[in-house]
C-alpha cells in the first residue's frame, strides 16, 4: 500500500506536467504557441537522456531504490512548486522564472521516476504479481489524473484564485516527499525472477519492439493528452473530456487484467483499438462539443490507451525481472519522455498555425484533426502490437509441440 501511495502521489506530478503545463505556458505565462512547443520539447528532452543515464549507471536492488526515489522527491517537488508558482511574478520575469524551473523540474524527475517504476521488478515475484501490480499502479495514476483534472485544472483553465492553484500545488509536494519516505521494501522473501524461458513464454514481444511501439503511442498519446485543456477551454466541451479520459483509464483497469488473463494481450489489444476507434467517430461528428460526446470521446481514449499501456509496461517488467531492471526501465522512460518531446514540437507547430481559441471549436480544423491522427495512431499501434504478439505466440507454441530428440538438454539463453 505505501508503495501504491506514493505512486498515486508522484504520478499527479507527471499528470499535471503533461496535462497542464503547455497550457500553463501559453495562457499563463503568455508564449506563443511554437515556443511553448520548444520549451516543452527541449525539456522533455532532458528528462529522457537523465532517464537513460540515472537507468544505465546502476543496477539498483529494492533498498537501494527505495532510498533513491526518497531522496529524490524533495528537489524534485520544490522546482515543481517554484514553477507553479511562476503568476505570481511580475509578467517581465515570468519567462524566463518558468523556463530555469521548467528544466530543473525535468532534471530533478528520473531521480524519483525511474527508482520507483523499477520497483516493480524488483518487489513482485512473478509475471502474475507485476500484472497486478501494474494494474493498481495504473489504478492510482487514473485516480492521480482525476486528482488533478478535478481540482487543478479548473483553476487553471477558468482563471480561478492563483492561492488555491499554489495551496493545490504546495499539498502535492507535500504529498510526494512523505508518501516516497513511506515505501518499505519486501519483509521476509526475496523477489526472485522467472528463469529466462518462463519469461520468453510470458511476454514473446522483444525489448526493441517494445519500445518502437511506445514511441509510436507516446508520440499520439502526449499529443492528445496536451490539447485536452484546450479543448475544454475552447471546443465548448468543458471540463467533460479530462474527466472522463481520467475515469475511463482507471475503471477499466480489472477489466483488462481479466482479459489479459483470460484471452491474453492479443486481445487486450484488438478491444483497446475498438475503443479508440469509437473516440475518433464521436470526435469526428456533431456532438463531439456536448456533454454526451465529450463522455464519449474521454472513454474511448482513457480506455484504449489504459489497455496498451499495461500490456507495454508488462512486457518492460517482465524483461526486467530477468536482470537489469533500472536499465530497462530507464530505456522505457527515454523513450517515452523523447517521444514526448517530438509531440510537444508538433503541437507547437499545429496551435501556431491555427487561431486555436476560436477553431477547435470546428471538428476539420488542423488542431482537432490532430487529436484525430493521435487516435488513429494509437489505434493503429495497437492492432500492430497485436499482429506481432500474435505471430510470435505462435511460433512459441509450434516450438514447444516440436518433439525433442531424447538425451538432450535444452540449453538456456544468457
Known amino acids: 500500500m505505501p508503495y501504491l501511495l506514493a505512486h498515486f502521489a508522484k504520478s499527479q506530478l507527471w499528470h499535471a506536467s503533461t496535462l497542464l503545463f503547455g497550457f500553463f505556458l501559453t495562457e499563463a505565462c503568455g508564449l506563443d504557441a511554437r515556443t511553448m512547443g520548444f520549451a516543452m520539447a527541449g525539456s522533455l528532452v532532458l528528462n529522457g537522456v537523465l532517464d537513460g543515464v540515472v537507468g544505465g549507471v546502476s543496477d539498483l536492488d529494492v533498498q537501494r531504490a527505495i532510498r533513491r526515489q526518497a531522496w529524490g522527491a524533495p528537489a524534485t517537488c520544490l522546482f515543481f512548486l517554484l514553477f ?5 511574478l511580475d509578467p517581465a520575469y515570468r519567462v524566463a522564472w518558468a523556463m530555469t524551473t521548467l528544466f530543473a523540474f525535468r532534471a530533478t524527475y528520473p531521480f524519483i521516476d525511474v527508482p520507483q517504476n523499477a520497483m516493480v521488478a524488483l518487489i513482485a515475484t512473478g509475471a502474475e504479481e507485476r500484472c497486478l501490480l501494474l494494474a493498481r499502479r495504473n489504478i492510482g495514476s487514473g485516480l492521480a489524473s482525476l486528482a488533478v483534472v478535478v481540482l487543478a485544472a479548473p483553476l487553471l ?63 499520439a498519446c502526449a499529443a492528445f493528452r496536451a490539447l485536452e485543456p484546450y479543448y475544454a477551454a475552447y471546443a465548448g466541451a468543458g471540463m467533460g473530456l479530462l474527466l472522463w479520459a481520467a475515469v475511463g483509464g482507471m475503471a477499466s483497469q480489472p477489466l483488462w487484467v481479466a482479459t489479459r488473463r483470460r ?139 516440436t518433439p525433442r530428440p531424447a538425451g538432450r538438454t535444452i540449453p538456456v539463453p544468457d
Open 157 to 219: 483553465i477558468t482563471g480561478r484564485s492563483l492561492t488555491a492553484w499554489i495551496v493545490w500545488a504546495g499539498v502535492v509536494a507535500l504529498l510526494v516527499c512523505a508518501t516516497a519516505w513511506m515505501v518499505r521494501g519486501p519483509a521476509g522473501r526475496p523477489a526472485g525472477p522467472a528463469t529466462p524461458l518462463q519469461e520468453a513464454r510470458d511476454t514473446p514481444v522483444a525489448f526493441r519492439t517494445v519500445l518502437v511501439m511506445l514511441a509510436v503511442m507516446m508520440l
Open 84 to 88: 507553479c508558482a511562476t503568476p505570481f
Open 263 to 401: 484471452f491474453g494481450d492479443g486481445s487486450v489489444l484488438v478491444v483497446a483499438a475498438a475503443a479508440l476507434t469509437i473516440a475518433v467517430v464521436v470526435l469526428l461528428g456533431p456532438s463531439r462539443g456536448g456533454p454526451v460526446g465529450a463522455a464519449a470521446i474521454g472513454l474511448g481514449f482513457g480506455v484504449g490507451t489504459s489497455g496498451v499501456w499495461l500490456v507495454l509496461w508488462t512486457a518492460t517488467m517482465t524483461h526486467a525481472a530477468a536482470g537489469r531492471a533500472t536499465r530497462h526501465v530507464g530505456a522505457f522512460t527515454c523513450v517515452s519522455k523523447l517521444a514526448q518531446a517530438a509531440a510537444m514540437l508538433l503541437l507547437g507547430q499545429v496551435l501556431a498555425t491555427s487561431p486555436y481559441r476560436t477553431t477547435l471549436a470546428d471538428p476539420w480544423s488542423a488542431p482537432s484533426l490532430l487529436m484525430v491522427a493521435a487516435l488513429v495512431a494509437i489505434a493503429g499501434s495497437c492492432l500492430g502490437l497485436a499482429a506481432i504478439v500474435r505471430v510470435n505466440r505462435t511460433a512459441c507454441d509450434e516450438r514447444s509441440a
